[in-house]
């Protein structure tokens, strides 16, 4: 694969943070006698909070605004991004991998930088990525391609030449519309929409030990040939 640029997605893509985040929804729910949904957490887990949070009022008929409810959603998850969240097996050494070769690395994701930037300096990868981007810079979530063509913008290198790592359906979809390259990360709470993950990207991964690498002639990953 030729690439010049990664973009990755922090939440089930990098970050080991998926079950923290159904520990907080569910809580968040419960607290309020509301039921716990099968489909919630992978409904709201592209959205930014803004739009998770008016995403809940609309679902659950509540009279709560969005900045009171995601109020509350950080203030449950910034102890535990600080603390406790890793990277995910192996992600460590693909990005150093990436960076050995000249390849620019971005973060795109839909947290806000009071839980990202505590969570990369405990991971001791801050320093790693040469921009930093979350959708709470530009004015949609990941349903389309903005904040992946900010961080393009920010590492100076065109769409194109860019691939995107995320788990979940929308990123890939919006970043193949911005005719960048895009990698499927499996993740559990997407394995609803993996078959279709799987049919629109360049490749999917199982394992960050099988991730692609540019100008390598890499044929498969994890268990998925590339497309």
């Excluded at 960048?180 to 990207?201: F, N, P, Q, T, W």
Aim: charge should be negative; charged fraction near 25%.
């Amino acid at each position: 694969m030729n690439f010049e640029a990664a973009i990755f997605d922090l939440d089930g893509t990098l970050l080991n943070s998926m079950d923290m985040w159904e520990h907080i929804d569910i809580s968040f729910l419960k607290k309020r006698n509301l039921p716990v949904l099968g489909n919630y957490v992978t409904e709201i887990c592209a959205r930014s909070f803004e739009e998770a949070a008016q995403y809940t009022i609309d679902l659950f008929g509540l009279s709560e605004d969005t900045e009171n409810i995601v109020k509350e959603w950080n203030d449950m998850a910034v102890y535990e991004y600080a603390h406790n969240v890793r990277l995910l097996p192996h992600a460590l050494d693909y990005l150093l991998r990436l960076k050995a070769t000249g390849i620019k690395l971005a973060v795109a994701t839909g947290l806000p930088e009071k839980l990202y930037i505590p969570c990369l300096k405990n991971n001791d990868v801050l320093e790693v990525f040469d921009a930093l981007c979350s959708t709470d810079e530009v004015l949609r979530g990941k349903e389309y391609s903005d904040v992946f063509e900010l961080a393009a913008y920010k590492v100076g290198v065109q769409p194109k030449h860019c691939i995107v790592f995320d788990d979940v359906l929308p990123a890939i979809k919006s970043a193949k519309r911005a005719g960048m390259l895009a990698c499927g990360v499996y993740d559990k709470y997407s394995e609803h929409h993996r078959i279709e993950i799987e049919s629109l990207a360049d490749c999917y991964l199982f394992d960050w030990r099988y991730a692609p690498l540019p100008d390598r002639g890499n044929r498969y990953v994890g268990n998925v040939g590339l497309i």
